[in-house]
């Protein structure tokens, strides 16, 4: 992983007052349960032999049931997939730095709302067991728009549910579907690598900002109050 800092913040023309976080990978690390569970369910539903998760890798961010579609996979999967997520959320874990990010943002006056490729009950359930939930005005799951990402609807329903303009926000993502999605909402797509994954493919679409640490994302973030 690239540890340089972040890229420049040129494109910051005014303050921002509203972050649009994506979950998986952005907030928290869920890679070691997300392969658990999409083995166990591969297995059950499909049968023996080797689970694709590299290829389901390469499309997180992205709704589960989409996901199967685009690999060809039954959508029975998901409900063994969602069983043992749940079962294995304690394994879930919050990356070094976010709690501090998200406290001093919310000091800062900014509003922060969750965009996920999870379904909204199960991003909430995740959230509100690692202590996390309280920390978002909003977190909204991909089953709760009509499209999810890459389209931009997502990202505008935070919008509109914090009553903000595209101009104030940004997406923090890292995944190339959160950046496509911010881009159509009209907000700044910042890439977060900060995750253990090869982030090649990610910067090769030009995010706006790069991050390699969770609190480089204050640097874009000055106090509103």
Not at 31 to 56: C, D, K, L, N, S
Not at 201 to 208: I, K, N, S, V, W
Request: aromatic content about 6%; glycine content about 6%.
């Amino acid at each position: 992983m690239n540890t340089e800092p972040a890229t420049s913040t040129a494109l910051i023309t005014t303050p921002k007052r509203v972050v649009v976080f994506d979950l998986d990978g952005v907030l928290v690390d869920s890679f070691a349960v997300m392969r658990q569970a999409f083995t166990i369910a591969y297995a059950e539903v499909v049968g023996p032999g080797p689970a694709p998760f590299e290829e389901y890798n390469r499309h997180l961010g992205r709704y589960f049931p989409d996901i199967m579609r685009i690999m060809g996979l039954p959508l029975a999967m998901e409900q063994p997939f969602v069983r043992e997520s749940y079962r294995l959320s304690r394994e879930v874990h919050v990356f070094d730095g976010i709690r501090e990010l998200l406290h001093t943002l919310r000091a800062r006056g900014l509003r922060l709302a969750v965009a996920t490729g999870k379904s909204g009950r199960r991003a909430r359930a995740l959230l509100d067991e690692l202590g996390l939930l309280s920390m978002f005005d909003h977190v909204i799951g991909s089953d709760e728009v009509a499209r999810p990402k890459p389209a931009p609807d997502i990202v505008l329903r935070a919008l509109d549910l914090l009553g903000a303009d595209p101009a104030d926000a940004m997406m923090v993502g890292d995944a190339v579907t959160d950046l496509r999605s911010a881009w159509d909402a009209g907000v700044l797509a910042v890439a977060a690598t900060w995750a253990d994954f090869d982030d090649t493919e990610l910067l090769a679409t030009e995010p706006d900002v790069v991050l390699r640490r969770p609190l480089d994302l204050l640097e874009l973030c000055p106090a509103l109050v």
